[in-house]
Nanobody
Framework: QVQLVESGGGLVQPGGSLRLSCAAS????????MEWYRQAPGKQRELVAN???????NYVESVKGRFTISRDNAKNTVYLQMNSLKPEDTAVYYC?????????WGQGTQVTVSS
C-alpha cells in the first residue's frame, strides 16, 4: 500500500506563491512518473504537471511559466512550486503516482486564490 500526503495549500492573494509537497510512504527513485492534478468546483479533475524519473517535465498550458514541478528522491517527496497565482488556480490539488500498474492518490490540499 502506498500512501501520499499532500501539504502546503492555503489561501493566497492573486500574484502570490505557494509550494505544495507530496510525501510518499515508499522510496520514489524507482517511480517512473509522478503527477499533480487539480479539481475545481464543478469541473473535472485535470492534470497540471508531471515529472519523470529522468527529471523531464510536462505542464498544462495554463500553468506554463508559473508552476514548477520537482522531485527529491532522498526525501521521497514531489513538489509543485506555484507562482503568480490566479483566481482560476483555485482548486483541490492532488498528487498521483502509479506503482506496479496501480494508481495511488493523496487526499488533496485546498488552494484558494482570492483577494
Amino acid at each position: 500500500q502506498v500512501q501520499l500526503v499532500e501539504s502546503g495549500g492555503g489561501l493566497v492573494q492573486p500574484g502570490g506563491s505557494l509550494r505544495l509537497s507530496c510525501a510518499a510512504s515508499i522510496r520514489i527513485f524507482s517511480i517512473n512518473i509522478m503527477e499533480w492534478y487539480r479539481q475545481a468546483p464543478g469541473k473535472q479533475r485535470e492534470l497540471v504537471a508531471n515529472i519523470f524519473d529522468d527529471d523531464s517535465t510536462n505542464y498544462v498550458e495554463s500553468v506554463k511559466g508559473r508552476f514548477t514541478i520537482s522531485r527529491d528522491n532522498a526525501k521521497n517527496t514531489v513538489y509543485l512550486q506555484m507562482n503568480s497565482l490566479k483566481p482560476e488556480d483555485t482548486a483541490v490539488y492532488y498528487c498521483r503516482v502509479g506503482v506496479d500498474g496501480r494508481p495511488y492518490w493523496g487526499q488533496g490540499t485546498q488552494v484558494t486564490v482570492s483577494s
